[in-house]
């Protein structure tokens, strides 16, 4: 499947922003998606996920913050962004995967999105 992060861009801290993944070439209804970042000089960590049913985890540096949902009929999964802070400054990406549990082995990633976010 072919996904497609967008969304991104500079805020003040405190402020939101709303990144969408979309999905082509295959519905993404029955598949699990995860949003990872990636900061400058750090590794690519996983920030939220949503199963194909609707569960969702959070990281402990999100949670509160981060809302993950899913609208199918738009073949996209969503990632609110609410009193964002500086440390969230990182390249945004999203990975679908038939189970959360083989997300960290999926291929199926989309390209980046930049998240930068100024105190």
């Known amino acids: 499947v072919q996904l497609q992060a967008s969304g991104g861009g500079l805020v003040q801290a405190g402020g939101s922003l709303r990144l969408s993944c979309a999905a082509y070439g295959r519905t993404l209804s029955s598949n699990a998606v995860g949003w990872y970042r990636q900061a400058p000089g750090k590794q690519r960590d996983l920030v939220a996920t949503i199963s194909s049913g609707g569960s969702t985890n959070y990281a402990n540096s999100v949670k509160g913050r981060f809302t993950i949902s899913r609208d199918n009929a738009k073949n996209t999964v969503y990632l609110q962004m609410n009193s964002l802070k500086p440390e969230d400054t990182a390249v945004y990406y999203c990975?679908?995967?038939?189970?959360?549990?083989?997300?960290?082995?999926?291929?199926?990633w989309g390209q980046g999105t930049q998240v930068t976010v100024s105190s």
């Open positions: 990975r679908s995967s038939g189970w959360v549990h083989t997300l960290g082995q999926s291929p199926d």
